[in-house]
């Protein structure tokens, strides 16, 4: 049982490249989020995907976006990468209704020169 | 709309002294309440929750933390700090938005423990 898996660990980008970041849990949850940490300014939503199917904006969707591929697996894509996309990326998934904890992966650490 | 607010971005205790993180939130529901604990370079990891079975809920690794409905906090505390603590803390309020449940998060504090 690997919990929630994070590809890459680590990317260095160019201004204006593209990237997928891959997301995949095996806890069978149905909702899937993801992240982005900043210093100083905790966790802000980016996506969600409340069910296998749907996705929703968060906080900061701008430059972003996702695709739910199935129940299990949901990616993260910047088309045109921009410095101020500078981040570490964290997937998170949670079961269905009670509380929502939230299981998160390692973490991407992404850096866009 | 609910939030969430950490009192002190920075904390340092000095090794086998206790532990305070402060916590406040704002919400027009039950809550339901989380900390979150993030070591160095590390994920997020699921310290405790109040699920509103009881007050005083115990978590991992030593600490606890109270819901006070009357104050809107939700503390967390250890009796005893060790340096393996030292890490970034965040409380965490969920947010039923019709839809969906949302974590609201703070903006975290960091905890530091001297030898």
């Known amino acids: 049982n690997a919990g929630v898996t994070q590809t890459p660990k680590f990317q260095v980008l160019k201004t204006g490249q593209s990237m997928t970041l891959q997301c995949a849990q095996d806890m069978n949850h149905n909702s899937m989020y993801w992240y982005r940490q900043d210093p100083g300014m905790g966790l802000r939503l980016i996506y969600y995907s409340a069910s296998e199917g749907t996705t929703d904006k968060g906080e900061v969707p701008n430059g972003y976006n996702v695709s739910r591929l199935n129940k299990r697996e949901f990616s993260l894509r910047l088309e045109s990468a921009a410095p101020s996309q500078t981040s570490v990326y964290f997937c998170?998934?949670?079961?269905?209704?009670?509380?929502?904890?939230?299981?998160f992966g390692p973490g991407t650490r992404l850096t866009v020169l | 709309a609910q939030s969430v607010t950490q009192l002190d971005s920075h904390v340092s205790v000095s090794e086998g002294t206790p532990v305070l993180l402060r916590c406040n939130y704002s919400?027009?529901?039950?809550?339901?309440l989380f900390w979150y604990v993030q070591h160095p370079n590390k994920g997020l990891q699921l310290l405790l929750k109040?699920?509103?079975?009881a007050t005083l809920v115990k978590g991992i690794n030593g600490f606890e933390a109270e819901f006070k409905k009357s104050e809107t906090s939700f503390h967390l505390t250890k009796p005893s700090a060790h340096m393996s603590d030292a890490a970034e803390y965040f409380c965490?309020?969920?947010?039923?938005?019709?839809?969906?449940?949302?974590?609201?998060w703070g903006l975290g504090t960091s905890l530091a423990v001297n030898p």
């Open positions: 109040y699920t509103s079975a």
């Open positions: 919400s027009s529901y039950s809550p339901s």
């Open positions: 965490v309020v969920s947010e039923w938005n019709g839809n969906n449940r949302k974590l609201i």
């Open positions: 998170a998934s949670s079961g269905q209704g009670g509380y929502n904890e939230q299981f």
